[in-house]
């Protein structure tokens, strides 16, 4: 009889097997390649590396997360680090990993050319990929869109418990509320915030296509969210999603004053990377026209080059004037702005 | 002694993640404490003790309820519910939390339902709203409770019946037995899956960050991710893990002075088998439990699938499912090898020291995954730097790292965050088995080793298995920790899900999910058959 | 020929709590020996620290003159062939009795383990039972077949703890000459844990009395019955009372004088205690009347309880045919002369 110590013990022979041969089949070779963190999600990111690699033969290996865990991996690893690319969703945390020194200041003629100043690192450091446009979304039957003008505007009284916006854990929103302090300061922005957390309809929950959804469902009238989750919600394969979409608008704010909030997806060179030439060479291919037009089919995100054109349906929302502040100062406030909302009570 | 040296290294070993993260508690103070004490913090205090509460109570009345009723009564569809019961533990909290809000928010179909059909619309009545600290307490009792029921039905069905017969025989009535004999008999083990559910709970980050409920774990990451302060952000977790250290205490101390073994001569439990009302209530609770902790989730789920299902299966899906479930047996089965090395050694060399460094172990439950896996980084990161250093001056030649972004560092973060799991339910096991067995054992010459294969092994097949189960079940919903420490191209069914989720396509997360619920359910069936077969006939 | 078993000056601790203290033993081979005394004497510190289940902090233990615990040593349970029978049996639930006797022969080969079980079983009147788990038999079934398992490695000592608690009063007795005359036959050294003074007495060649963890008197049941060393002892042994007298010169002598006057002096004292047994008194018309407060058929006899005038209890056998009610008087005589007396 085979006894239950003779049988674990061969379970635990096999799962080694098993467990080795893993780690084999995802150790990184040797030959030209390329590691990735990213914190853009693997389906924002993956097709276009893989398009990369079939061009260049270059591998291209991906681990994905949240910004600040892969930052704290990329520190922890220190000089060893595999990765050569870091890839985050907003400027906040691209300024962080500047000044932890976790990044390598690359520049070239054509990224310059290709990425406006006021989206990359004064210095090379990092480079914006696409931008992300913050705008208002309310409901068709109880909003005259009329009657929406500014971010401001949202702290007056005659929008009380009118108003939906996702939790200040949000990095859109920190991201926001940080280019409040850069442009109307401290005081101002602490007034506006008592103000239009007043205003809030119901305690901050869900992401941003639940706000949508809540205002087309008359909840609340309008809602702060970012413009590619309006885009995915008409393109759903859901159709209660498309038909919540189809029941809102969207109202680009600040169009006679800063512009309506903008944050960017960007990337940078690591410091621990040994091949910053073939890092650079990739940062360029996302940057590339054919890579830019990528992020606003898919995503519907608005490219960092001017000369490519927006998706058909985000041309339908007409253009907008974005706020032209550099984008590497909003990562800079960016721990002020959460202890403003901290203190307004804003959750 | 070798065996205490052994355990104690081990147990500092798995204890080095909490480790860090509890030093960081002597660490200097950042100005922006003042800032956390002055708005926050009292906030997130009231609402994690709220939550745990809440839970706690909920969990306690599902999961022993239930265990009693399934163990020591027979009503129509037992069998089937007994096993059924077990179900929402293949859940993750987060999926069902996205699935019920779905289903109950404003927008969902049953709001809109009742407005199409009173002619209502917002403001004209009152629904509950999902998305609160009431409803996350509902979320996470239903996925939760399986750990209680798990375990104190064993605890149930393997209790002596002369004891309880004693008892009616001193003239207590049935219902009066149930909580002055059955209920203390059973209190290791539902104190143990209490405690497991309560852990599960202060780490949940999920399902609280979606609802909009502020507790410790989401300021740790608020402060972490929104005010860029890891430190901080590791003191506060730092204190978390005083509080759980303190909540641990108070509860060994309480039961410190008893002792629970089984007696010597044991009759099987004779169920009572109910009638009428009784039998309907009995089967109605059930069925609802079940109802509403799985079957209306995963018809959500199934209905979203059913719109997603063409574009989400590819050939990656493949490569997903054999990468979940190789990591999921593999972690549970480390886990299950360290319990049970732990326990024993426990039990066989009691001593402050030992019962102090595997506590310190088993404290990464309570964790939030994400924090542990910093508590594995950094420690990783130094160490393998370290050898790179030594090695070039000593060979010249760079060792790059050897552990970090390695499925060595994910596995030891699994064995962190869940060696709870399974160490209290092998020390629950454990202790039903009376000390007198391992004695007449040694008095007849066996070794350690010997008396552990041939004696309790066997003796303890059921919670083993319900160890492996648990954590198995546990490591293929378990998110953050995958997501930080994973190598490079390595996904998970839970990193799919996420991510999917994450960026609000519900429907298109809805298969991963599904996927990750069925081979949840797998074990479970296998569980409950062996559970049914069990040792109990002759145990 | 050295002792089978040698305790010597044996101390065990548990903190601050001395379980044991100063214990020395022996115990030649083929005796059986007995630790007798109340519960809380230590008697169960003291076998198991014999079986390597307590650690001793001070003094030696050994077999056969070879060393197996001291403060310096201590050779682990499994390694010290000594063979050990529970109070609760602890029999594995889940082996059969073949497999639960065969747990200790591991270095036998199959065919003599197979013998071995079966000798086993036949030894303690169980041919029949191997293929049963434990639950599937009686009590009386469960503490013959923990024998034969104790039994089965030929162990240098047999330790057995408690071993008739769990059983019926029937069982008991039968199974207690039973299991003596199986041990003498097999010259196995044996050594009893008991409360119960005829347990004792019925098993056992040498019997140590225990008391606040010392052994207070040792030797054969018959010494330490006929000569206590200790009011501890002889109020311990027996169904004896140990009686309370106050001799004076002054006024009438009480019953007690008048009973004790055939007695020889024994002491000069003027307060001193004497050990009354049952058959020290007897039935006598003439005798001192005293007080009956209870009866109790004992089958072949009563027993009475009588009350002295000062209230203490001193009890007598009679014949069935002497038939006397509670309240009414039982004269009464002294047989012995040679009393037990303590100052």
């Not at chain 1, 000089?79 to 400027?91: M, Q």
């Not at chain 2, 973060?413 to 004695?439: H, M, N």
Request: with cysteine; aromatic share 8%.
């Amino acid at each position: 009889m085979k006894s239950p110590a003779t049988a674990c013990l061969s379970a635990v022979q096999t799962l080694t097997y098993a467990l080795m041969l893993m780690l084999i089949a995802t150790a990184p070779a040797i030959a030209q390649e390329l590691n990735v963190y990213s914190a853009r999600q693997e389906a924002l990111i993956k097709p276009l590396l893989d398009e990369f690699s079939a061009e260049t033969g270059i591998t291209v290996n991906l681990v994905t997360g949240k910004g600040d865990a892969l930052l704290t991996r990329l520190q922890a690893e220190g000089r060893n680090s595999p990765a050569d690319i870091l890839i985050t969703s907003d400027a906040g945390r691209l300024v962080r990993a500047e000044e932890a020194g976790a990044l390598l200041a690359r520049t070239s003629p054509e990224l310059e050319a290709a990425v406006p100043a006021r989206l990359r690192s004064p210095k090379g450091y990092w480079y914006g990929l696409s931008v992300r446009a913050r705008a208002l979304v309310y409901n068709l039957i109880n909003v005259n869109p009329d009657t929406l003008s500014t971010y401001e505007a949202l702290a007056q009284p005659q929008w009380r418990g009118r108003i939906c916006v996702r939790s200040s854990a949000n990095i859109y929103n920190q991201s926001l509320v940080a280019s409040m302090l850069a442009t109307q300061g401290a005081e101002k922005t602490a007034a506006w915030l008592d103000g239009f957390v007043a205003n809030f309809a119901r305690p901050p929950q869900g992401g941003d296509r639940d706000q949508i959804k809540a205002v087309a469902a008359g909840l609340c009238d309008v809602a702060i969210v970012n413009s590619y989750y309006l885009g995915g919600m008409m393109t759903s394969s859901n159709k209660a999603e498309r038909i919540a979409a189809s029941k809102v608008g969207i109202f680009w704010p600040n169009q006679h004053d800063r512009g309506t909030h903008v944050n960017i997806s960007g990337v940078g060179v690591t410091a621990a990377s040994d091949q910053p030439e073939l890092a650079v060479q990739l940062i360029t291919f996302l940057t590339r026209d054919s890579s830019q037009q990528w992020y606003a089919e898919t995503n519907n995100e608005y490219p960092v080059r001017d000369n490519v054109p927006v998706s058909e349906l985000l041309a339908t929302w007409g253009t907008f004037k974005a706020d032209p502040i550099d984008v590497a100062e909003l990562g800079k406030l960016n721990a002020q702005a959460v202890m403003a909302m901290d203190k307004a009570g804003w959750k | 002694m070798a065996w205490r040296v052994g355990l104690v290294l081990t147990a500092l070993t798995v204890a080095l993640p909490v480790l860090v993260i509890g030093s960081s508690l002597l660490a200097p103070y950042s100005p922006t404490w003042t800032h956390i004490l002055d708005t926050v913090l009292v906030g997130y205090l009231i609402n994690s003790l709220a939550l745990m509460l809440g839970v706690g109570t909920g969990t306690l009345l599902l999961g022993v309820v239930t265990a009693w009723l399934c163990a020591t009564c027979e009503f129509t569809g037992r069998k089937l519910l007994s096993w059924g019961l077990l179900l929402p533990m293949a859940l993750p909290a987060y999926i069902i939390a996205y699935t019920y809000t779905g289903l109950l928010d404003f927008s969902g179909p049953v709001q809109s339902s009742l407005r199409g059909w009173f002619n209502w619309s917002y403001g004209d009545y009152f629904f509950p709203e999902i998305r609160s600290l009431g409803g996350a307490i509902c979320m996470l009792s239903l996925v939760l409770y399986p750990y209680i029921y798990l375990i104190a039905r064993v605890a149930f069905t393997n209790q002596s019946g002369a004891a309880l017969e004693a008892a009616r025989s001193l003239g207590v009535g049935r219902w009066r037995t149930f909580f002055r004999v059955a209920l203390p008999m059973a209190r290791p083990a539902i104190v143990a899956g209490l405690s497991l559910a309560l852990m599960e709970t202060l780490a949940d980050y999920g399902t609280v960050d979606y609802f909009g409920v502020s507790t410790f774990t989401t300021g740790i990451f608020r402060t972490w991710y929104g005010l860029g302060e890891l430190r901080t952000a590791a003191q506060l977790a730092g204190f978390l893990l005083l509080f759980v250290f303190v909540l641990m205490a108070i509860e060994r101390a309480s039961r410190n002075r008893m002792q629970f073994h089984a007696t010597a001569t044991r009759s099987a439990i004779q169920r009572i088998t109910l009638r009428g009302t009784h039998a309907a209530l009995a089967t109605g609770f059930c069925v609802l439990i079940v109802t509403l902790g799985f079957l209306l989730p995963a018809m959500q789920l199934l209905s979203w699938a059913s719109i997603s299902w063409r574009t989400a299966v590819d050939s990656q899906f493949l490569y997903l499912l054999w990468n979940s479930l190789s990591l999921a047996l593999f972690a549970s089965f480390i886990c299950l090898v360290l319990a049970l090395f732990f326990g024993y050694g426990k039990r066989r060399y009691p001593g402050a020291t030992q019962t102090g460094a595997v506590r310190i172990a088993s404290m990464g439950y309570a964790v939030p995954g994400t924090v542990i896996a910093v508590g594995v980084l950094i420690p990783f990161g130094t160490l393998d730097n370290q050898l790179d250093t030594l090695s070039q001056t000593l060979f010249g030649v760079s060792t790059g790292l050897l552990l970090s972004g390695t499925l060595v560092a994910l596995v030891f973060a699994y064995v962190v965050r869940f060696l709870s799991v399974s160490l209290q339910t092998v020390e629950s096991g454990l202790s039903r088995i009376k000390p007198s067995l391992d004695e007449a054992a040694r008095s007849l010459g066996s070794s350690n080793k010997r008396a552990l294969r041939e004696i309790h092994l066997p003796l303890l097949r059921g919670s083993l298995l319900t160890a492996l189960l648990l954590v198995f079940v546990d490591v293929l919903k378990e998110l953050p920790t995958t997501l930080i420490l994973r190598p490079f191209n390595f996904n998970t069914l839970a990193v799919r899900t996420f991510e999917l989720a994450s960026d609000e396509r519900l429907a298109d997360a809805a298969l991963p999910a599904l996927a990750i619920v069925i081979i949840g359910l797998l074990p479970v069936i296998l569980l409950m058959r062996n559970l049914d077969r069990g040792p109990s006939s002759h145990a | 020929m050295p002792d089978q078993l040698k305790l010597h000056n044996l101390q065990v601790q548990y903190g601050d709590v001395v379980a044991i203290r100063d214990v020395s033993l022996s115990l030649q081979t083929g005796d059986i020996g007995c630790l007798l005394g109340p519960s809380g004497c230590g008697k169960t510190s003291l076998l198991r620290a014999i079986a390597g289940f307590e650690v001793i902090t001070a003094g030696t233990i050994a077999i056969k003159d070879k060393l197996i615990a001291s403060d310096m040593i201590n050779i682990p349970a499994e390694h010290r062939n000594i063979g050990m029978v529970f109070q609760d049996f602890a029999l594995f639930p889940h082996l059969t009795v073949e497999h639960n006797v065969a747990f200790g022969l591991r270095h036998l080969t199959a065919a003599e383990q197979r013998d071995r079980i079966q000798e086993m079983l036949a030894l303690v009147g169980l041919p029949d039972v191997g293929t049963k788990f434990p639950h599937e038999i009686s009590g009386g079934q469960q503490q013959r077949v923990a024998l034969a398992r104790a039994l089965a490695p030929k162990p240098q000592l047999l330790l057995l703890d408690e071993p008739f608690s769990g059983l019926d009063e029937a069982q008991r007795t039968s199974l207690a000459s039973e299991i003596r005359l199986l041990l003498k036959a097999q010259h196995v050294t044996a050594l009893l844990v008991t409360h119960d003074q005829h347990e004792a007495f019925e098993m056992a060649d040498h019997i140590a009395l225990m008391n606040e963890g010392q052994v207070v008197q040792a030797g054969t049941g018959e010494s330490l019955y006929q000569s206590p060393a200790s009011p501890f002892a002889a109020k311990f042994i027996g169904e004896g009372s140990l009686t309370k007298v106050i001799s004076s010169a002054d006024g009438p002598p009480g019953v007690l004088q008048q009973l004790l006057n055939g007695a020889n002096q024994l002491t000069t004292s003027i307060e001193y205690h004497v050990l009354l047994r049952p058959e020290h008194l007897v039935y006598d018309p003439s005798g001192v009347p005293l007080t009956i407060i209870q009866r109790h058929y004992r089958g072949s006899h009563y027993l009475y309880e009588l009350s002295l005038d000062d209230g203490q209890i001193l009890r007598c056998a009679t014949e069935l045919t002497i038939e006397c009610d509670r309240g009414e008087p039982l004269p009464v005589r002294l047989t012995e002369k040679d009393l037990i007396v303590f100052r």
